[in-house]
């Protein structure tokens, strides 16, 4: 549909209701005026018809038409009227302007008619006579039961067509004005309305378009200036309510992406409702929450996070899983999905929090190795204690020498079982001070600690005619270091060397320093570890080779404990080597400047 502005919907109205008033109240005016004029004419005419039935009563018995048709032509003139006397069959008796013998009968007039019935007759028609229209006025005088003559009076009413006029064309003159007074008078009444509505409706508009601060004026109209109030207000309560929920998004999304914990929220249809930065993190997924508004599926595609959503949509309470993830990284993540709930409490979607447990769970499967293997380590010497024990408890041992042999054995096993559990309280020790900060750092030269470690190994080294060499610089180099910690991780080292280095082999101990580390490493002419041991070798009863740790009396403790004696300095180990070409383990240490 067509709009148009208010302003030209009610100006016409209005026009049109001024005009229509105005041509009304001219039309019935005029019409009053003119039956006004031809009352008092027709009023006129009676009265000059009944002096003239005066006038004309003494020539009617007898009867003397020629004195009447005087009568009628002198007192026509006089009175500028035309006068007719007819007798009562309408034979003209004699007439102010024409000759009544050349006159018809005007038995058939209306006037006449009428006048004959004792009214008073009359008409208004065009008279052939005087070629104009005439107002005709007839009047029988005398007795009404004894009726002699008809008496007639005209006069032309085209005079009084033209005086009407005249007042006419005042009257559209007068009304053209009172109309242009009156168009003026209504364009300006309604612009006085549509004014404030049009100001009313830019308010609107700005509202609309956001611009909340601006106010709609005043007006001194009732209805408009409680309406523009009452848009103020509602502006006021609106920005009050749109701050509000700004502030409230705000924080729920400050809360959102300052959690460490990935949350992910979908709708009934399983598409995204909203997303965190952690969730992002944790699928790897930059697009996640720019994909609001499309499925889960579409932006993660992962069956078994579809198949944990699918059972979720099923069971009223939260579900949990852990699912892996394989990028950007392998990942463990542990998805708990609750549903979510509308006000009224029905299910509108549902809500995935995800963290990543990764390190959580290595640290368990790491307990649990830990414990199975603590287990297996002690369980294998005390089974052999326990089968020497009984052969000699129950006498099967016949010569004194294999007696001896067995107690041997039994020896060797229980400082294996010793061996393990001093290993197992080193480490744990120095695990829990490490953690508690409460290893004891000193300002010491590292190269005595060096020479300290190379002397406990010396002898064992020299059993088996392999040669120590060292090489570090002449002076001092201190570190902030456990003196005791750091001389039994580099013995480690030194002892794993001659342990696993063949008869006559070479072990080289260097260590160098610069400003920013110093360096230790341990270097041997063994067999070496394959490459892919080496990630593991660090762990607590990891072995490599385990036929050959276990006859060297290995705990398979020694490198974990090397691990954390160098992690609570601050420093790094690490591993470099090549099956058959001897491995060489290095520290690394901060210098202290
Ligand atoms: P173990 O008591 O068995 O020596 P470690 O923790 O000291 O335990 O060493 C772990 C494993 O690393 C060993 O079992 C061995 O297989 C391997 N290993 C350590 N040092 C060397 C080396 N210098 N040469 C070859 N293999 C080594």
């Known amino acids: 549909m067509k709009k148009r502005p208010l302003i030209w919907q009610l100006f016409p109205s209005y026009l049109l209701v001024v005009l229509v008033a105005l041509s009304a109240a001219t039309a019935l005016g005029s019409v009053a005026l003119r039956r006004f004029y031809l009352d008092r004419t027709a009023a006129d005419l009676t009265a000059r018809a009944r002096l003239m039935g005066l006038r004309v009563a003494p020539h009617l018995a007898p009867m003397d038409p020629g004195a009447i048709d005087r009568l009628c032509k002198h007192a026509g003139r006089l009175a500028e009227t035309r006068i007719t006397v007819m007798d009562f069959h309408g034979k003209v008796l004699g007439d102010s302007i024409a000759d009544p013998a050349q006159m018809g009968s005007h038995h058939d007039r209306p006037e006449f008619i009428a006048a004959r019935q ?38 032309p009413v085209s005079d009084l067509d033209t005086q009407l006029k005249t007042i006419y064309g005042r009257i559209a003159a007068g009304g053209l004005v009172i109309a242009m007074l009156a168009a003026g008078l209504s364009w300006w009444t309604v612009r ?23 106010r709609v004026p005043g007006f001194d109209t009732l209805e408009l200036g409680s309406l523009a109030e009452a848009m103020n207000r509602m502006a006021v309560q609106l920005d009050e309510r749109i701050r509000e929920t700004d502030r409230q998004r705000m924080e729920a999304a400050a809360i959102l992406s300052s959690m460490s914990e990935g949350v992910v929220a979908l709708d009934a249809e399983e598409r995204i409702i909203q997303a965190n930065q952690a969730a992002v993190d944790i699928f790897g997924h930059a ?26 949509q099923q069971d009223d309470r939260p579900t949990e899983a852990d699912l892996t993830v394989y990028r950007p990284e392998a990942k463990t993540i542990f998805v708990r999905c609750t549903p979510l709930r509308g006000q009224d409490g029905g299910r509108i979607g549902l809500l995935l929090v995800m963290s990543d447990v990764t390190p959580m769970r290595r640290l368990e499967n790491m307990r649990r190795d830990f414990a199975a293997n603590v287990s297996h380590e002690i369980k294998t010497p005390l089974t052999a204690i326990k089968g020497f024990v009984e052969t000699l408890y129950h006498g099967n041992v016949d010569s004194p020498e294999e007696v001896h042999r067995f107690l041997g054995i039994i020896e060797k096993h229980v400082q294996r079982l010793g061996a393990i559990i001093d290993d197992l309280i080193n480490l744990s020790r120095i695990e829990r001070d490490a953690e508690a900060h409460e290893i004891a750092l000193v300002e010491e030269d590292v190269g005595t600690v060096v020479q300290g470690a190379v002397g406990l190994c010396r ?8 040669r120590i060499v060292q090489h570090g610089p002449a002076q001092p180099v201190t570190a902030r270091i456990s003196p005791p910690l750091l001389e039994q991780a580099i013995f480690n080292l030194i002892d794993n060397a001659v342990k696993y280095s063949p008869e006559g082999a070479e072990v080289r101990v260097d260590f160098e320093a610069d400003d920013r580390c110093i360096r230790i490493s341990v270097r041997d002419q063994g067999p070496g570890i394959a490459r892919h041991h080496l990630p593991r070798i660090f762990e607590r009863f990891y072995r490599a080779d385990k036929a050959r740790s276990r006859r060297m009396g290995g705990t398979g403790l020694g490198l974990a404990i090397v691990k954390h004696i160098v992690l609570a300095h601050g420093g790094e180990v690490s591993v470099d080597s090549t099956v058959g070409q001897g491995a060489r383990f290095t520290i690394r240490l901060p210098r202290t400047v």
Do not use: N, W
């Open 118 to 155: 004792g009214a008073v007759g009359r008409a208004v028609r065009y008279s052939g006579t005087l070629h104009q229209r005439m107002m005709y006025v007839a009047v029988a005088p005398g007795d009404s039961d004894r009726p002699t003559a008809v008496i007639r009076c005209a006069l």
């Open 192 to 214: 006085r309305i549509s004014r404030p509505i049009q100001a009313i409706e830019a308010g609107a508009k700005r509202f609309a378009g956001g611009d909340l601060a601006h």
């Open 287 to 312: 697009l996640l929450q720019k994909m609001v508004g499309r499925p889960l599926t579409e932006a993660v595609r992962d069956s078994e996070l579809q198949r944990l959503v699918d059972r979720a």
């Open 459 to 466: 002898e064992a080294a020299t059993a088996r005619g392999i």
